[in-house]
């Protein structure tokens, strides 16, 4: 019986060799591209990535992953805060002020994954 690495598809391999800068400025093309360094070299040599490609995501991705991520826990905060509030128990004003503030966080990363500055404040 043969073993997963007979069967792999691409059984050849090759080295290359790459200065620090060389390895950065390829790595962030690739990141750029979505793409694993291998997947990348092959799309870059070839044209084609191929079907089975690892993909990564994008910077911009990671990005909007993360500001989904605090939009759900701070939108957590706020609905215990309100929860309190319509039951009748007095809000903490300090604490709803920094449930507020965490906002400014959601926001900031949406910019960033934008490529938008952000613009004075009130």
């Known amino acids: 019986m043969s073993s997963g690495s007979d069967k792999r598809q691409r059984p050849r391999q090759s080295l ?25 070299i092959r799309a870059a040599t070839l044209g084609d990535a191929g ?17 989904l991520a605090l939009h759900g826990r701070y939108g957590n905060n706020m609905n215990q805060i309100a929860h309190a509030g319509n039951a009748g128990n007095p809000v903490d004003l300090p ?26 404040g009130p």
């Open 16 to 40: 290359v060799r790459w200065t620090s800068e060389e390895f950065a400025r390829a790595a962030a093309k690739a990141d750029k591209a979505g793409l694993t360094m291998a997947a990348f």
């Open 51 to 67: 079907p089975r490609a690892q993909r990564r995501p994008t910077v911009l991705k990671e990005l909007l992953i993360r500001a």
């Open 95 to 120: 604490e709803l002020r920094r449930a507020l503030k965490q906002w400014d966080e959601i926001r900031d990363a949406l910019y960033q994954a934008l490529g938008k500055k952000l613009g004075p």
